[in-house]
C-alpha cells in the first residue's frame, strides 16, 4: 500500500473527534465511511458534521458545492465489517479504553484488507499494546493521533511501534500531509509521544499545586497563561478536552508506571462521579451553564 493507492477511508467511532476526522478526510476528497455501534452515535455525529460545514460556509471558507460535496463522500455506516471491507486507510477514534481498542483491532484483522493501513488515534496508548497478540501483520499498525478540534488543529502524531514497517510511516505521513495536516514522527514508542508526554507533567504539577492548596485552580490557570504566554490554563484545558479524557489519560499512565505521583488526583474523580465534565457537560471545574 502506497499513499496514491488510498482511495477509501473508513473511521472508527461518531464522537466528536471521530466524526471531525472523517470530515476532514471527506472535505480532503476521501470517500469515507464513518461507522460506531453505539445507539445514534451515527447521527450525532453526522448531524455535528453538518453544522460544522454550514458554519464554514456561512464563514466563507468553503462553498456550498464544496461543503455538500464532503458530505457526500461521507457515508454512516453502522456495522463495521462492512465499513471497513474496501477500506485502504482505517483510522480508530474510539474511546480512550485498551480494551475497547483490542477488541476493534481484532475484528479489524479478520474483516480489513490485508494490505490496509490500520492507525489508531489513540491519545496516550502506544500502538505495540493496542496491536499484540490481537493483528496477524502489525507491521501495517501505527498511531495517527489528531488534535482536538481535528477540522482545525494542524498537527497528527504519527507513532512507531516495534513491529511497524517504515513503509507504514511513511504512508501514515504522507497521508497526514493529503487530509492538511502537519505531521511528527515519534520513532520510538512512548505514553503520550510528543505533546501528551510534555503535557502531562505540567498538567500532573497543576494539580499537585491545586491539591496541596497552595493556589486555586483559576490563579494557575492565570499563571500559566500570563507568565508562559498558553492560550488556556491546564483546568481550562481539561473543561474543553472532558475530565472524564484527562482521568483515562492518568489512570492508563499510573497503571503503566505504578508510580503514586502518576495517581489520578482524588477530586478528579469525585468531578466524574458528579457529572462535571467540563464544557460538554455544562460545568468542570468552570460553569458554562448559559447565563440568565
Given at each position: 500500500?502506497?499513499?496514491?493507492?488510498?482511495?477509501?477511508?473508513?473511521?472508527?467511532?461518531?464522537?466528536?473527534?471521530?466524526?471531525?476526522?472523517?470530515?476532514?478526510?471527506?472535505?480532503?476528497?476521501?470517500?469515507?465511511?464513518?461507522?460506531?455501534?453505539?445507539?445514534?452515535?451515527?447521527?450525532?455525529?453526522?448531524?455535528?458534521?453538518?453544522?460544522?460545514?454550514?458554519?464554514?460556509?456561512?464563514?466563507?471558507?468553503?462553498?456550498?458545492?464544496?461543503?455538500?460535496?464532503?458530505?457526500?463522500?461521507?457515508?454512516?455506516?453502522?456495522?463495521?465489517?462492512?465499513?471497513?471491507?474496501?477500506?485502504?486507510?482505517?483510522?480508530?477514534?474510539?474511546?480512550?479504553?485498551l480494551l475497547v481498542k483490542r477488541e476493534i483491532f481484532a475484528r479489524l484483522d479478520e474483516a480489513s484488507k490485508p494490505d490496509a493501513i490500520l492507525t489508531?488515534?489513540?491519545?496516550?496508548?502506544?500502538?505495540?499494546?493496542?496491536?499484540?497478540?490481537?493483528?496477524?501483520?502489525?507491521?501495517?499498525?501505527?498511531?495517527?493521533?489528531?488534535?482536538?478540534?481535528?477540522?482545525?488543529?494542524?498537527?497528527?502524531?504519527?507513532?512507531?511501534?516495534?513491529?511497524?514497517?517504515?513503509?507504514?510511516?511513511?504512508?501514515?505521513?504522507?497521508?497526514?500531509?493529503?487530509?492538511?495536516?502537519?505531521?511528527?514522527?515519534?520513532?520510538?514508542?512512548?505514553?503520550?509521544?510528543?505533546?501528551?508526554?510534555?503535557?502531562?507533567?505540567?498538567?500532573?504539577?497543576?494539580?499537585?499545586?491545586?491539591?496541596?492548596?497552595?493556589?486555586?485552580?483559576?490563579?494557575?490557570?492565570?499563571?500559566?497563561?500570563?507568565?508562559?504566554?498558553?492560550?488556556?490554563?491546564?483546568?481550562?484545558?481539561?473543561?474543553?478536552?472532558?475530565?472524564?479524557?484527562?482521568?483515562?489519560?492518568?489512570?492508563?499512565?499510573?497503571?503503566?508506571?505504578?508510580?503514586?505521583?502518576?495517581?489520578?488526583?482524588?477530586?478528579?474523580?469525585?468531578?466524574?462521579?458528579?457529572?462535571?465534565?467540563?464544557?460538554?457537560?455544562?460545568?468542570?471545574?468552570?460553569?458554562?451553564?448559559?447565563?440568565?
Amino acid at each position: 500500500m502506497n499513499t496514491d493507492d488510498i482511495q477509501q477511508v473508513c473511521v472508527i467511532g461518531a464522537g466528536t473527534m471521530g466524526s471531525q476526522i472523517a470530515l476532514q478526510c471527506a472535505l480532503s476528497g476521501y470517500a469515507v465511511n464513518l461507522t460506531d455501534a453505539a445507539a445514534g452515535a451515527l447521527e450525532r455525529g453526522m448531524a455535528s458534521n453538518r453544522t460544522l460545514v454550514g458554519q464554514r460556509v456561512s464563514k466563507g471558507r468553503i462553498t456550498q458545492e464544496t461543503g455538500e460535496a464532503a458530505l457526500g463522500r461521507l457515508l454512516p455506516i453502522a456495522d463495521l465489517a462492512e465499513a471497513v471491507r474496501e477500506a485502504d486507510f482505517v483510522i480508530e477514534a474510539a474511546f480512550e479504553d485498551l480494551l475497547v481498542k483490542r477488541e476493534i483491532f481484532a475484528r479489524l484483522d479478520e474483516a480489513s484488507k490485508p494490505d490496509a493501513i490500520l492507525t489508531s488515534n489513540s491519545s496516550t496508548l502506544v500502538i505495540s499494546k493496542i496491536v499484540d497478540g490481537v493483528l496477524t501483520d502489525p507491521a501495517r499498525a501505527a498511531n495517527f493521533h489528531f488534535f482536538h478540534p481535528a477540522t482545525v488543529m494542524k498537527l497528527v502524531e504519527v507513532g512507531k511501534g516495534p513491529a511497524t514497517s517504515d513503509a507504514t510511516a511513511q504512508v501514515c505521513m504522507d497521508f497526514a500531509r493529503r487530509i492538511g495536516k502537519e505531521p511528527v514522527l515519534v520513532q520510538k514508542e512512548i505514553h503520550g509521544f510528543i505533546v501528551n508526554y510534555v503535557l502531562g507533567a505540567l498538567t500532573r504539577a497543576a494539580m499537585d499545586l491545586y491539591q496541596g492548596g497552595y493556589a486555586s485552580y483559576a490563579d494557575i490557570d492565570k499563571a500559566l497563561k500570563l507568565g508562559l504566554n498558553h492560550p488556556m490554563g491546564p483546568f481550562e484545558l481539561a473543561d474543553f478536552s472532558g475530565v472524564d479524557i484527562l482521568y483515562h489519560a492518568m489512570a492508563e499512565r499510573y497503571r503503566e508506571t505504578g508510580d503514586p505521583a502518576d495517581q489520578p488526583p482524588a477530586f478528579i474523580i469525585e468531578m466524574i462521579n458528579e457529572g462535571r465534565l467540563g464544557r460538554k457537560s455544562g460545568k468542570g471545574f468552570y460553569d458554562y451553564a448559559p447565563k440568565s
